[in-house]
């Protein structure tokens, strides 16, 4: 590897969380740039085919997308975070995949001024938890005792759950052992707890706490 990397982020982002904590857990020498996506500088547009992040800069290279972010940053810097096995390989792309769906309903739950739209986001989160449950066999990671790009793309999820936990149950994880075991040793993993900002809790709770939405009541206070 010879250029230095530089991540453009947004610090409550979850898919820039996946590839702060890869480069983590990969040791790697990487510099951060934090945006405010509300109001993005110039260059911002100029390099963002999307306007999303993250963005990895590598030299003039612009490479977007956390999942090939991640690829990308596992490829360079052996061993590899993903199984050798081609099959087994698919299949922890696919899972990873999967995540996204929980991500953008975590964000519609927590964003939406509608009972009927939380409750449906809701039910939604529940099912695919379900689903989930019935693949995951921690050890204490999916794929047993080392960290994979599964774990990295479902940790900021689990993070944000626990959060929401802690200051208003909604359940998502009641009856999933399996689920509840994983969880909690992604949250315990050292790079994980490195891949936020120090404040991201009063900033999530600032970003989601509008008192319009059905969510944003319940976060400003610890559940009991």
């Not at 947004?10 to 898919?15: A, N, S, V």
Request: net charge negative; charged share 25%; proline share 7%.
């Amino acid at each position: 590897m010879t250029a230095k990397l530089r991540l453009v982020s947004f610090k409550l982002c979850p898919f820039v969380q996946r590839s702060v904590i890869t480069l983590e857990h990969k040791g790697i020498d990487y510099e951060i740039d934090y945006i405010n996506l509300m109001d993005p500088p110039a260059w911002f547009h100029e390099i963002s085919p999307l306007g999303k992040v993250p963005l990895l800069c590598v030299g003039d290279q612009v490479l977007f997308e956390s999942a090939v972010i991640n690829e990308y940053v596992d490829e360079i810097t052996p061993p590899s975070l993903h199984p050798a096995d081609p099959l087994e390989k698919a299949m922890h792309r696919a899972w990873i995949e999967f995540s996204s769906d929980l991500f953008m309903s975590q964000f519609r739950m927590m964003t939406t001024k509608s009972q009927e739209e939380f409750d449906k986001q809701r039910s939604q989160i529940r099912s695919n938890l379900e689903r989930l449950e019935t693949v995951v066999k921690p050890d204490p990671y999916y794929a047993g005792e080392a960290l994979s790009l599964v774990d990295t793309a479902y940790a900021p999820f689990f993070m944000r759950v626990d959060l929401v936990q802690r200051r208003h149950p909604l359940g998502f994880m009641d009856g999933l052992p399996n689920l509840q075991a994983w969880s909690a040793a992604l949250l315990r993993t050292p790079a994980v707890q490195r891949s936020v900002v120090s404040d991201f809790e009063d900033l999530f709770v600032q970003r989601y706490g509008a008192e319009d939405t059905v969510m944003g009541p319940r976060l400003h206070s610890e559940a009991a």
